[in-house]
């Protein structure tokens, strides 16, 4: 999902009832965009006690967070209209899946993991960036968009540098300047922090609107993201898929079903079959999405992981991520498209 491009559309009116809006409801977005978060908890507590995590990383990447990925198939390549307005752009799985075993076999495999599982952790922030102004745009939230950008990028970024700077002491090694760097953001970010927390505090104590649902959002976003990566750099490097299933366990839940209620709205309007093709006559019912998303992660993800543990065959199934997170950037444009303004009911 794209970070700064959730605004409003042009020429598209926000005007409607108040005080507080939602992307779909109440009771839904605090279900899935809010309150999915207590399930990575309920991981971590599952892990601490013991839980095998191979058994956890099983049902995470088979059910859950792979499907999240191949569903972006379901309104970009499955969409008639969707295809023709992406064109060449449809073929970027090529490269992605050849950049991997490239550098893998050129010696740099461990380089290429370490960018692998820092894309997909941007990734996840650029995600929780998009939900913030979707709640800014729905609330006719216009004040402090500096201080809520700041605060959130800062919130979710540094500690996955301290996660990469903890679990590679090479880097420091070789620029040793670096060992400062922690320290400086720690210092930085507190200063950052405690200025939102001063701004909330005087809204609510002069009466001025409260954006309940993004707060909402990031009460639980935040702390998740220092838990989850703090707790992952106890294991070393390999933290990152301890990490890695509690913070995408929340984003998957997210993504679920914002594409579900994007393809509903989407796909059902007059016309939707001629128009969009394959993926109209997909939306007859959530268990649909979600089988044609778990088989399309079955074939082009898990089985080629499993039957061809190879550093350079798993180098290569990283591009099926890669091309997840190049599509998102490019799809979820909400200010320049008004077909997805409207089918995210932000008209």
């Known amino acids: 999902m794209s970070t700064a491009t959730f605004q409003p559309a042009a020429g598209i009116s926000l005007a409607g009832p108040q005080p507080t809006r939602w992307i779909i409801s109440r009771r839904q977005d605090l279900t899935w965009f809010i309150g999915s978060g207590l399930i990575s908890y309920l991981a971590l507590s599952l892990m601490t006690l013991g839980m095998g995590v191979p058994l956890i990383t099983l049902i ?62 941007f990734h996840i922030v650029k995600q929780h960036f998009g939900f913030m102004m979707l709640y800014k745009a729905k609330n006719k939230d216009r004040a402090d968009f500096l201080l809520d950008r700041w605060f959130l990028l800062s919130s979710l970024l540094i500690p996955l540098g301290m996660f990469v700077l903890r679990t590679r002491p090479v880097i420091i090694q070789t620029v040793p300047l670096l060992a400062w760097l922690p320290t400086v953001a720690i210092g930085l970010y507190a200063m950052l922090a405690a200025g939102w927390l001063l701004r909330q505090a005087q809204k609510l104590r002069t009466g001025l609107p409260m954006n309940w ?52 709205n989407r796909y059902t309007e007059p016309g939707a079959v001629e128009r969009h093709g394959l993926a109209a006559h997909l939306v007859g019912s959530a268990a649909v999405y979600l089988a044609i998303a778990i088989g399309l992660n079955l074939v082009l993800n898990f089985l080629p992981s499993a039957l061809l543990p190879y550093e350079t065959a798993q180098a290569a199934v990283w591009g099926v991520a890669f091309t997840h997170y190049c599509m998102d950037a490019r799809i979820w444009h909400v200010r320049s498209d008004k077909g997805l303004a409207t089918a995210l009911r932000m008209a």
């Open 213 to 264: 649902p993004k707060l909402g959002l990031l009460a639980m976003a935040i702390p998740l993201q220092w838990i989850a990566l703090l707790y992952g750099s106890h294991f070393g490097p390999n933290g990152i898929v301890r990490a890695g299933i509690l913070l995408g366990l929340f984003h998957s839940f997210q993504y679920h079903r914002l594409m579900w209620f994007h393809n509903r």
């Open 60 to 121: 995470w990447f088979f059910g859950i967070d792979g499907p999240h990925v191949q569903s972006t198939i379901t309104r970009t390549y499955f969409d008639k209209e969707e295809r023709a307005r992406l064109g060449w752009f449809l073929l970027i799985p090529i490269p992605l899946l050849l950049v991997g075993p490239a550098m893998a076999l050129a010696g740099y495999g461990s380089v290429f993991f370490l960018f692998a599982v820092c894309w997909q952790q």
